[in-house]
């Protein structure tokens, strides 16, 4: 009698499923707080929720993500949680997404707005402003060092990741060139690099 003996395939036991939205609902509540947390710049919080809180996503999965966000029209936080909740859920995950990126953030800077319209002379409340704005900057400062692990495991060489992001910020930063010049320069060269990498 023939015996066959399992191959290193079958003896590898299955990937555990992946960490995702469970319903729409918990799709809705999750992208709702992450967008009452983005006062001045969701990127921060959307990192931390989305790779080290939920694991939705690895980290490598988030920039690649963010990086389609930014090069689609409109707001990079909704283009990203549209494209999770889509890849979940379909058309329904993806509305569902949207609207819970909007829907309480939006009644609340309406509030915000009423009360800034009256208050905003006050000394305190300028004060406290300026203060939010230097927090925001240390959370992105923040997110890009920890953004940056991803580029030692890019097919796109070290050397001109690393260029190309010192780049991107000289043209933005100082030369002020507008964005869309700057993605179709440097993201199209991006994108030939790491074309090459992956076919080599």
Request: aromatic share 8%; net charge positive; glycine share 8%.
């Amino acid at each position: 009698m023939n015996m066959r003996l399992p191959d290193s395939n079958e003896l590898q036991e299955p990937a555990p499923p992946r960490p995702g939205p469970t319903s729409l609902a918990d799709l809705f509540f999750s992208v709702t707080i992450l967008a009452l947390q983005g006062f001045g710049g969701v990127l921060a919080v959307i990192q931390r929720e989305l790779v080290e809180r939920k694991r939705w996503l690895t980290n490598e999965e988030f920039v690649e993500d963010w990086a389609v966000a930014q090069v689609m029209p409109g707001p990079n936080a909704v283009n990203l949680c549209m494209m999770i909740g889509a890849r979940h859920f379909g058309l329904a995950g993806a509305l569902t997404a949207v609207a819970g990126m909007i829907t309480f953030p939006l009644l609340l800077v309406l509030l915000l707005a009423a009360l800034h319209a009256q208050y905003a002379h006050h000394p305190a409340v300028a004060g406290a402003l300026r203060g939010m704005a230097a927090v925001s900057a240390g959370l992105i400062a923040a997110t890009a060092a920890r953004l940056a692990v991803a580029l030692f495991k890019s097919p796109v060489p070290l050397a001109w990741g690393v260029a190309i992001a010192a780049a991107s910020f000289v043209l933005l930063a100082w030369v002020r060139v507008p964005l869309a010049a700057v993605l179709f320069a440097l993201g199209g060269l991006g994108c030939v690099l790491a074309w090459r990498g992956l076919r080599s």
